[in-house]
């Protein structure tokens, strides 16, 4: 069964960097897929953030390519998340999921997400 | 950039069907993913490449994407149906783009 789990800071400051981390377990990152972050903010809808492949690989959303850099350590099984100058309007439940790479196959395991809300 | 539209709110009956959509320009050229969301929980996809479901997702749950326009149907609608429904586009270009979601509410 794969699973995904988020961790990092809870609270970060306005212009500080958000950094996130997912640890994957039940499933190899180097034997496929693309790994990706998604977001919501509270009560709101989802947002694609960005997603990489196991080669490095990266895609962005056009709107937050400036800030986010998203990487993998397939020694570690693992992939992490870095937006950086944060607002309050970064402030959202980040989820990491695991991403088809079949065109249009979607987003099939999602971790439990996690709260980050940007305030001083 | 390329956007999706959802209609903010579904009401339906038990037993009955219900019928979400997403409208989005040239639609029908791009791959449809939905997810159903429960409040506290994470999405779970429900329909992916415009009419296929995974494993586990009951056969009352249907896609259809044409033109301009992508729905979800839910045949015989349950209790346990009422959820937050996104949709999700996909091309090579436009890569993942979602809708605002839909609040499915069964009565």
């Known amino acids: 069964q794969v699973q995904l789990q988020e961790s990092g800071p809870g609270l970060v400051k306005p212009s500080e960097t958000l950094s996130l981390t997912c640890a994957v377990s039940?499933?190899?990152?180097?034997?496929?897929?693309?790994w990706g972050w998604i977001r919501q903010p509270p009560g709101k809808g989802l947002e694609w953030i960005g997603s990489i492949y196991y080669t490095g690989n990266t895609y962005y959303n056009p709107s937050l390519k400036s800030r986010v850099t998203i990487s993998i350590d397939t020694s570690n099984n693992q992939f992490s998340l870095k937006l950086t100058s944060v607002t309050a309007t970064d402030t959202a439940i980040y989820y990491c999921a695991r991403v088809s790479t079949t065109g249009g196959g979607g987003v099939d395991y999602w971790g439990q997400g996690t709260l980050v809300t940007v305030s001083s | 950039s390329y956007e999706v539209t959802q209609s903010p709110s579904v009401s339906v009956s038990p037993g009955q069907t219900a019928s979400i959509t997403c409208s989005g320009d040239?639609?029908?050229?791009?791959?449809v993913c939905w997810y159903q969301q429960k409040p506290g929980q994470s999405p779970v996809l429900v329909i992916y490449q415009d009419t296929k479901r995974p494993s586990g997702i009951p056969e009352r749950f249907s896609g259809s994407n044409s033109g301009n326009t992508a729905t979800l149907t839910i045949s015989g609608t349950q209790a346990m149906d009422e959820a937050d429904y996104y949709c999700?586009?996909?091309?090579?270009?436009?890569?993942?783009?979602f809708g605002g979601g839909t609040k499915l509410t069964v009565l």
């Open positions: 040239k639609l029908g050229d791009k791959y």
């Open positions: 999700q586009a996909w091309d090579s270009t436009t890569a993942f783009v």
């Open positions: 039940g499933y190899s990152i180097s034997s496929g897929y693309y």
